[in-house]
């Protein structure tokens, strides 16, 4: 956190790149943690192909903030991890690590199987969303979907995000 403030001292840009930084080691982290399971990992980076049979869909930037100016029920899941969603996240968006996924920890932020859960990451490369709505999928949900784009996509659009440096101390 000393490496925080003292780049908040030095300016935006460099919060910028920091969070970036952070954004990919992050998940590069995640992915590797999951790596001992390498049927999903590899299903993972197969992209969204492989996901259809599972009954794992895409959307998109525009699908998700549709669905939130039309107050649409859904469960938006960063699986970024709890530093990198702090620090900025998408508007509304629950944190769960996808290593952290499980039936308990999603009965936990949803009210039934049925409900519509969006899981995003970092970026198109990271594999963490795939892998953390296949989990959803096994655990017995049926409207499971992931936002390939992920944040990066999110913040080039000018898309609306949450979080601060200031919500790390919290």
Known sequence: FAATLKIE??????????????????????????????????KAHAGSKSLEKYGISDVYAEDILMMQQENVNFVLIDTNGRVSHALQHIQGA?????????????????????????????????????????????AGYTNVHKYPGGLADWIKKGLPTGGSEADLKS
């Not at 935006?12 to 399971?37: E, V």
Request: net charge positive.
């Open 9 to 42: 001292q030095r300016g935006t840009s460099m919060k910028k790149i920091l969070f970036i930084a952070l954004a990919f080691i992050l998940c590069g982290t995640s992915a590797y943690t999951l790596n001992t399971d390498s049927s999903l990992v590899s």
């Open 94 to 138: 629950t944190p769960l690590r996808a290593d952290k996924v499980t039936a308990e920890s999603l009965d936990e932020i949803s009210f039934s199987k049925d409900d519509m859960l969006v899981f995003y990451c970092s970026n198109i490369k990271c594999s963490a969303s795939a892998i953390a709505a296949k989990k959803a999928v096994d």
